[in-house]
């Protein structure tokens, strides 16, 4: 089901600040960087080896990123795993009495179709899983 591991999301205050680190310091390209008003964030992604570091800045306070921000501070947000067929996946993982956070995928601003995985069916992590 799982091709590989897509992006590793952090949650950040400042995303320029963020970015001189990421991408200054440490040399990572940065391949894109976005709003993705329907989540009420703002994206950018930086390449590391076979995988992206996906930085994740709220727009507003009042929503899962900016909630998770106040709660716990930056850092770990997320692991996003690629699969080929999303429906399928979903159809397996739900069979498998696994919870997954949305109804149907959701589709961000480029197209790409995702849904999340609770921390409680995944050991405490909040895993999304993104079609490719």
Known sequence: MTES???IAIAVHDMDTALEFYSDALGLEITDRRDEPSEGVEIAFLTA???LI???RP???D???GRFLEKRGEGLHHVCLAV???DSAIVQLRAQGTQILNEEPQ???DGTR???IHPKSSHGVLLELVEQ
């Open 49 to 51: 080896g076979q995988s």
């Open 54 to 56: 996906e930085l994740v």
């Open 63 to 65: 929503n899962s990123i």
């Open 5 to 7: 591991v897509h992006h």
């Open 59 to 61: 727009l507003h306070s």
């Open 107 to 109: 589709v961000n601003t």
């Open 84 to 86: 080929s067929d999303l």
């Open 114 to 116: 995702y849904v999340f």
